[in-house]
């Protein structure tokens, strides 16, 4: 089950990728850049979620929860 990060970042990528797709469709180089800030940021959240799942795993190993 995807934690808030997971969710949050991969609901901002893909926000990110509607909007960049909507930039590149009308050449608007700003919405097309601002997608792909929003998209990178959705990436880097998931990758934190990801990271502190992966840290209460091992803690919960380690301390035999």
């Not at 502190?52 to 190993?61: F, I, N, S, Y």
């Amino acid at each position: 089950m995807p934690n808030k990060d997971q969710f949050e970042g991969k609901a901002r990528e893909v926000g990110g990728s509607a909007q960049e797709k909507a930039g590149e469709v009308t050449g608007d180089e700003d919405l097309q850049a601002r997608g792909a800030a929003t998209k990178g940021k959705g990436k880097v959240q998931g990758t934190v979620g990801t990271v502190k799942d992966k840290a209460g795993k091992l803690k919960d190993k380690v301390t035999g929860h």
